[in-house]
């Protein structure tokens, strides 16, 4: 049973210099820390309200990985600050919700829930390995055929997730890790239930989260968001794997709020270069693929998931899935399909 993390052991947290909702930056947990029954060995990465620790556990006697909610989210006093806390915590609830649900190896696993301690945080399994973005720095884009075989394992993986209700709306190279040469899909921060038990209907979200880069054209036009965004998530993916560039450039005026949004998001109405012309060894076939994946308007990308792998099929030299031929678009078992060896 798990203790809650004793707060003596954090770095301490240094009272807000104004009222006006400036984030107040906490150091790092230190290597060597102890929070609960870990050991902190260093920091992974630091997002906008979560840590991500490498830890050693006492008792289960193996490196995990700790997600906690950063203390700097409870040290602003203010009302704006409470808001935010509040709203993070709840996104850190609903990660460990979602990720109870997912049982497929392409996803990193659950071990813990601890999103009711006073600092709330998830205990995950280690997943060793480098990250796509990291493959990306050393190696500037990959053979095709491997950046397809990745997508079509991403994309499996991600199948399993919406069959559960749920889209994952944050895709891009970081958030995917090669192990044993297969990718498996992290950082469920900005899960969203797409579907409730009691409707089909599809969802609205509250918010616009995610990386602005990879947001698709729904998501900051706070539409409401189903699957299909998961599937301009993957051919953002694949776009970027094989030219080494992402479509859309980094817009410096994203938090410039009084700006239109075409100008924040160029995704909005830029046409990005053709990737025949960023790599003309493309097969000729597969750009349309990625380009439909891609689209604007979610009506006019692949149906699902499964649609998007048939379609993928024919540029790998390995065949991932013996028998994705005889599937159609909208079979609920695409959740199921489980790679051969040789994948």
Same mark, same amino acid.
Request: include cysteine.
């Given at each position: 049973m798990h203790r809650k993390i004793s707060q003596s052991v954090l770095p301490a947290v240094s009272p807000p210099p104004n009222t006006s909702g400036d984030r107040v930056m906490n150091e790092r947990v230190?290597?060597?820390?102890r929070l609960d029954e870990m050991i902190v060995a260093h920091t992974i990465a630091r997002g906008m309200n979560t840590d991500v620790l490498a830890v050693w556990h006492t008792t289960f006697r193996t490196p995990l990985v700790c997600k906690v909610?950063?203390?700097?989210? %409870?040290?602003?006093? /203010? *009302?704006?600050?409470?808001r935010r806390?509040?709203?993070?915590?709840?996104?850190?609830?609903?990660?460990?919700?979602a990720l109870k649900r997912f049982q497929h190896p392409g996803i990193v696993r659950l071990i813990s829930d601890q999103t009711r301690n006073v600092i709330p945080y998830l205990?995950?399994?280690?997943?060793?390995?480098?990250t796509l973005r990291d493959c990306l720095r050393d190696e500037k884009r990959l053979p095709v055929d491997e950046a397809v075989r990745i997508v079509q394992h991403t994309g499996a993986?991600?199948?399993?997730?919406?069959?559960?209700? %749920?889209?994952?709306? /944050? *895709?891009?190279?970081?958030?995917i890790i090669m192990r044993d040469g297969r990718p498996v899909l992290l950082d469920f921060g900005v899960v969203w239930r797409w579907q409730t038990t009691s409707s089909t209907s599809t969802r609205r979200p509250p918010d616009r989260c995610g990386t602005p880069q990879y947001l698709a054209p729904e998501q900051v036009r706070r539409e409401?968001?189903?699957?299909?965004?998961?599937?301009?998530?993957?051919?953002?993916?694949?776009y970027e794997l094989i030219t080494g560039t992402r479509p859309y450039p980094a817009s410096k005026r994203t938090h410039e709020r009084d700006l239109p949004l075409n100008v924040r998001y160029p995704q909005l109405e830029m046409t990005p270069p053709k990737l025949r012309d960023l790599r003309p060894d493309i097969p000729v076939k597969l750009a349309p693929v990625i380009m439909?994946?891609?689209h604007r308007e979610p009506d006019k990308r692949f149906a699902d998931i499964a649609e998007l792998l048939i379609a993928l099929d024919e540029f790998t030299a390995v065949k991932?899935?013996?028998?994705?031929?005889?599937?159609?678009?909208?079979?609920?078992f695409i959740s199921s399909l489980k790679p051969t060896q040789t994948g």
């Amino acid at each position: 049973m798990h203790r809650k993390i004793s707060q003596s052991v954090l770095p301490a947290v240094s009272p807000p210099p104004n009222t006006s909702g400036d984030r107040v930056m906490n150091e790092r947990v230190a290597s060597g820390s102890r929070l609960d029954e870990m050991i902190v060995a260093h920091t992974i990465a630091r997002g906008m309200n979560t840590d991500v620790l490498a830890v050693w556990h006492t008792t289960f006697r193996t490196p995990l990985v700790c997600k906690v909610l950063r203390l700097d989210v %409870f040290g602003e006093q /203010d *009302l704006y600050a409470a808001r935010r806390a509040r709203k993070w915590r709840q996104l850190l609830r609903l990660e460990a919700a979602a990720l109870k649900r997912f049982q497929h190896p392409g996803i990193v696993r659950l071990i813990s829930d601890q999103t009711r301690n006073v600092i709330p945080y998830l205990l995950l399994e280690h997943v060793g390995g480098r990250t796509l973005r990291d493959c990306l720095r050393d190696e500037k884009r990959l053979p095709v055929d491997e950046a397809v075989r990745i997508v079509q394992h991403t994309g499996a993986a991600l199948a399993h997730v919406h069959h559960q209700s %749920f889209i994952h709306r /944050d *895709l891009k190279p970081s958030n995917i890790i090669m192990r044993d040469g297969r990718p498996v899909l992290l950082d469920f921060g900005v899960v969203w239930r797409w579907q409730t038990t009691s409707s089909t209907s599809t969802r609205r979200p509250p918010d616009r989260c995610g990386t602005p880069q990879y947001l698709a054209p729904e998501q900051v036009r706070r539409e409401p968001l189903s699957p299909l965004t998961d599937i301009y998530g993957l051919g953002v993916l694949l776009y970027e794997l094989i030219t080494g560039t992402r479509p859309y450039p980094a817009s410096k005026r994203t938090h410039e709020r009084d700006l239109p949004l075409n100008v924040r998001y160029p995704q909005l109405e830029m046409t990005p270069p053709k990737l025949r012309d960023l790599r003309p060894d493309i097969p000729v076939k597969l750009a349309p693929v990625i380009m439909r994946a891609m689209h604007r308007e979610p009506d006019k990308r692949f149906a699902d998931i499964a649609e998007l792998l048939i379609a993928l099929d024919e540029f790998t030299a390995v065949k991932i899935y013996p028998n994705i031929s005889g599937l159609k678009a909208g079979d609920a078992f695409i959740s199921s399909l489980k790679p051969t060896q040789t994948g």
